[in-house]
Antibody, heavy 118, light 110 residues
Framework: QEQLVQSGTEVKKPGSSVKVSCKAS????????ISWVRQAPGQGLEWMGG????????TYALKFRGRVTITADKSTSTAYMELRSLRSEDTAVYYC???????????WGQGTLVTVLS | QSVLTQPPSASGTPGQRITISCSGS????????ISWYQQLPGTAPKLLIY???QRPFGVPDRFSGSKSGTSASLAISGLQSEDEADYYC???????????FGGGTKVAVL
């Protein structure tokens, strides 16, 4: 059974960067796309972008292009999301999620709280 | 503002049937499969329905999905107190080349 385990809570200052990791336990990491979805306090889900580890193909939501980088390390079955130039509005829980058949997200990480505080 | 539109809330009494709508466009709902997610307070979203109307193993058959044109619906029949959660629809958007989520619907069991 696939499991996605994310890194822990982060507290950052405005203008800094954060890098969140997502380690997959299953044997299929390379061929499934991994997406990053965030949820601000009391708000809905927002897709940030995703990557297919095997091909390196990466897609970003327009809103985050230029400020986010999503990568994957096949040797450790770990995906990463780095968000730069942090501002208070980036305070949110960040989730990684596995895309199945390109049609839906069947496995989710537990979430990582990132707080941007001056 | 979400590209996919959901009502912010829905409610019902135990045993009732409720439906949640998700309205979109040709570039998302009409052209691509829709999925639904349940998010209990303080937890990660969980896949509830995929490919418009398919239930993953372990999801009760009280939950059902449908799609017609640019709209989709999630129905919950035999409403139970444990169904109190936020529900989100999602679909790939061909125009935006990205995933879109609905704004979410909070379900209350009265």
């Amino acid at each position: 059974q696939e499991q996605l385990v994310q890194s822990g809570t982060e507290v950052k200052k405005p203008g800094s960067s954060v890098k969140v990791s997502c380690k997959a336990s299953g044997a299929t990491f390379r061929t499934y796309a991994i997406s990053w979805v965030r949820q601000a306090p009391g708000q809905g889900l927002e897709w940030m972008g995703g990557t297919i580890p095997d091909s390196g193909t990466t897609t970003y939501a327009l809103k985050f292009r230029g400020r986010v980088t999503i990568t994957a390390d096949k040797s450790t079955s770990t995906a990463y999301m780095e968000l730069r130039s942090l501002r208070s509005e980036d305070t949110a829980v960040y989730y990684c999620a596995r895309e199945s058949a390109g049609d839906y997200f069947d496995h989710w990480g537990q979430g990582t709280l990132v707080t941007v505080l001056s | 503002q979400s590209v996919l539109t959901q009502p912010p809330s829905a409610s019902g009494t135990p045993g009732q049937r409720i439906t949640i709508s998700c309205s979109g466009s040709r570039s998302n709902i009409e052209g691509n499969p829709i999925s639904w997610y349940q998010q209990l307070p303080g937890t990660a979203p969980k896949l509830l329905i995929y490919s418009n109307n398919q239930r993953p193993f372990g999801v009760p058959d009280r939950f059902s999905g449908s799609k017609s044109g640019t709209s989709a619906s999630l129905a919950i029949s035999g409403l139970q107190s444990e169904d109190e959660a936020d529900y989100y629809c999602a679909a790939w958007d061909d125009s935006l080349s990205g995933w879109e989520f609905g704004g979410g619907t909070k379900v209350a069991v009265l």
